[in-house]
């Protein structure tokens, strides 16, 4: 079957710009994830869902990061008014169920000039 | 808060050798899982091996195998037989379930290079 997709697949951006990065995920999967990457780092955690229940949005930096799932599968991440250290890898992951395999979409590179 | 730590930056092995990758955490938690990944190029990540920390015995994927010490809060990966695909970055990752949410937290990465 189909995996997580995520789009734009490349995105750049002038600073102060707001972008909207759209993730699909795998059809019946409960739980989504949002993580950010930063050039030669690890993955790290923004947000979680599970359907369209936001339980966890401690990793969003700023006040500027806002996510949302509001039919229980698609979910899109805003980031208004972007700056530099914004640029990053955004990558969505999503599971059947809580604690189970993170499936990972291809990512959307974010880069802000 | 859990921290995952993997030392090697990088790392080179011949095909067909066997390869094994370092990975350390840090967690007052007894129920938890280890998980490898995964990157090629492409930047899909991908589950590689899971383990649960109450099992004993090392989990284990085809050429894929884990050395899991609890103790001393160790999670190597060995990859035997490497082939050119699995040329790729490395993360080492937690999870602590039941916690209500589910978060993975990934080490820095290996870059591992085989070579012809």
């Known amino acids: 079957g189909a995996g997580v997709s995520q789009s734009p697949r490349y995105k750049v951006a002038k600073r102060g710009q707001d972008v909207a990065l759209r993730c699909d995920p795998i059809?019946?999967?409960?739980?989504l994830f949002w993580y950010q990457q930063a050039l030669g780092q690890g993955p790290e955690f923004l947000t979680y869902?599970?359907?369209?229940?936001?339980?966890?949005k401690s990793g969003l930096p700023s006040d500027r990061f806002f996510a949302e799932r509001p039919e229980g599968s698609v979910s899109t991440l805003k980031i208004q008014r972007t700056q530099q250290e914004d640029s990053a890898v955004y990558l969505c992951?999503?599971?059947?169920?809580?604690?189970?395999?993170?499936?990972f979409g291809p990512g959307t590179r974010l880069t802000v000039t | 808060a859990q921290t995952v730590t993997q030392s090697q930056p990088e790392m080179s092995v011949q095909e067909a050798e066997t390869v094994t990758l370092s990975c350390t955490y840090d967690?007052?938690?007894?129920?938890?899982?280890l998980f490898w990944y995964k990157q090629p190029p492409s930047r899909q990540m991908i589950l590689v091996i899971r383990q649960e920390a109450y099992k004993q015995q090392n989990a284990t994927e085809n050429r894929f195998s884990v050395n899991f010490q609890k103790a001393a809060k160790s999670f190597s990966l060995k990859i035997s037989d490497s082939q050119l695909g699995d040329t790729a970055m490395y993360f080492c990752?937690?999870?602590?379930?039941?916690?209500?949410?589910?978060?993975?937290?990934f080490g820095k990465g290996t870059l591992l290079t085989v070579n012809p």
């Open positions: 990752a937690f999870m602590k379930p039941g916690s209500g949410n589910y978060k993975l937290t």
């Open positions: 059809s019946g999967h409960v739980s």
């Open positions: 869902f599970q359907n369209e229940a936001q339980l966890d």
């Open positions: 967690t007052s938690e007894n129920n938890y899982y």
């Open positions: 992951a999503s599971s059947l169920y809580a604690g189970d395999e993170q499936y």
